[in-house]
Each structure stands twice: as structure tokens, then as C-alpha cells.
């Protein structure tokens, strides 16, 4: 089945740490996105990718770098920049580009669970 | 701005529809209105989108008003597994500024 795998799907990490979050995808989709989740909070973009070696800062990147050196995949890398890193981290596929304007429908990994110990 | 705004919570007896509402008077001509939800802890699930008509699939009927100020996603007979937070989402911005904007959803609670 087609679809987008995160791991690990719970992560602890000691203050000052660099962590790498893996998201894989084998749906042929152009573009993926990571978020992240809060509570009280709705998803908010981290770091978007239209293709391969070719991506752009979300809303929140401060702390966050990424890679795209294959079509399939998009790891999240929390720097220890990262001042408060505990989250709810999903990526996300498109076969649309992020501000195309016809319809463009997001398929979700399951998500991995940060926790800053 | 194409914020939309939601109900915080709803109840729904299982077998009966649920009828989710969202606001949504700011949405550009357009642009397209989207219903994801999502069961505790897991990634969110797509489960339909309308830009002037109604539409149905196998998950959902979604009725958006003639002006697309509103809109509702139906549930036509809701089950204990439909217990989730829904969000119904549409971009904001032009060009290749536009965004997809998250808020907080509905969290539907299917009652037995």
C-alpha cells in the first residue's frame, strides 16, 4: 500500500542535542511538507519541498533544518537552536506544488512524538 | 484572510448523521475548502473537499452554501470509530504565498 512512513514514532532527546526525524514516501508525490503540532495549537508548516534539492522555510523553521536529496524522502533534523522542541512533528505528501490552485490534497504519516527530557 | 471558524466540540449519538458546521465568509472565489480529521495521536486523514458544489464519497457528504460563506460535513450514519477532531481548512494568500491555515477543528464525540 501506498503511503508515508515517520520514525521513530517516539523519540526522548536531552537538552542540547540534534535529533533527525525520518519521513519516507512511496506514494510519487512531488512535494512534502513537515508540521508541528502543539496543544491548543493548529498544524503549523516548519519546511516545505516542491523537489528534489529544492525546499523553503515554513512559518516556524527557526531551529529546523531539512534535506530532499530523494524524491521519497524528507528528514526533519531539531537542532538544539530549537528552544522549546517538545511536539507533535507530522509529515505530510502532495502531488501538487504547496500554492498551486487547483485542489491539493495532503496525505499524513502517523507522526513522531518529541520529547525533551 | 480564509480563516475558518468551527464549533469547539460536538456530540453525536451512534447511527445518527453528524452534522459538522464551519464558517468560512473571508474564502477567495477560488479556492478550495477542505475537511481532514484526526484520531487521537495520529496523523490527520483527508476526507473530502468542495470548492462550489456539494459533494459525497464513501466517507462524507460535504454541502456548501451558494455564497461558500459555510459550509457542513455530514456523517451520514456515525460510528464510535468516527470519535475524532475534525478541521475543516482552506488557504489563505496569493501567489506563491498561499498557505494552508490550521485551526483547532471540531472534536466530535460519538456516543453510544
Known amino acids: 500500500d501506498g503511503g508515508i512512513t515517520q520514525s521513530p514514532k517516539y523519540l526522548f532527546r536531552k537538552e542540547g542535542q540534534n535529533v533527525t526525524l525520518s519521513c519516507e514516501q512511496n506514494?510519487?508525490?512531488?512535494?512534502m511538507y513537515w508540521y508541528r503540532q502543539d496543544p491548543g495549537q493548529g498544524l503549523r508548516l516548519i519546511y516545505y519541498s516542491q523537489i528534489v534539492n529544492d525546499f523553503q522555510k515554513g512559518d516556524i523553521a527557526e531551529g529546523y533544518s531539512v534535506s530532499r536529496e530523494k524524491k521519497e524522502s524528507f528528514p526533519l533534523t531539531v537542532t538544539s537552536a530549537q528552544k522549546n522542541p517538545t511536539a507533535f512533528y507530522l509529515c505530510?505528501?502532495?502531488?501538487?506544488?504547496?500554492?498551486?490552485?487547483?485542489?491539493?490534497?495532503?496525505?499524513f504519516g502517523a507522526g513522531s512524538r518529541l520529547t525533551v527530557l | 484572510d480564509a480563516k475558518t471558524t468551527q464549533p469547539p466540540s460536538m456530540d453525536c449519538a451512534e447511527g445518527r448523521a453528524a452534522n459538522l458546521p464551519c464558517n468560512h465568509s473571508t474564502i477567495s472565489g477560488n479556492e478550495y475548502v477542505y475537511w481532514y480529521r484526526q484520531i487521537h495521536s495520529q496523523g490527520p486523514q483527508y476526507i473530502i473537499h468542495g470548492l462550489k458544489n456539494n459533494e459525497t464519497n464513501e466517507m462524507a457528504s460535504l454541502i456548501i452554501t451558494e455564497d461558500r460563506k459555510s459550509s457542513t460535513l455530514i456523517l451520514p450514519h456515525a460510528t464510535l470509530r468516527d470519535t475524532a477532531v475534525y478541521y475543516c481548512?482552506?488557504?489563505?494568500?496569493?501567489?506563491?504565498?498561499?498557505?494552508?491555515?490550521w485551526g483547532l477543528g471540531t472534536s466530535l464525540a460519538v456516543n453510544p
Open positions: 505530510a505528501s502532495s502531488t501538487r506544488q504547496y500554492w498551486d490552485s487547483g485542489a491539493n490534497v495532503l496525505t
Open positions: 481548512i482552506s488557504k489563505e494568500g496569493a501567489g506563491n504565498n498561499r498557505k494552508l491555515i
Open positions: 506514494l510519487n508525490h512531488d512535494a
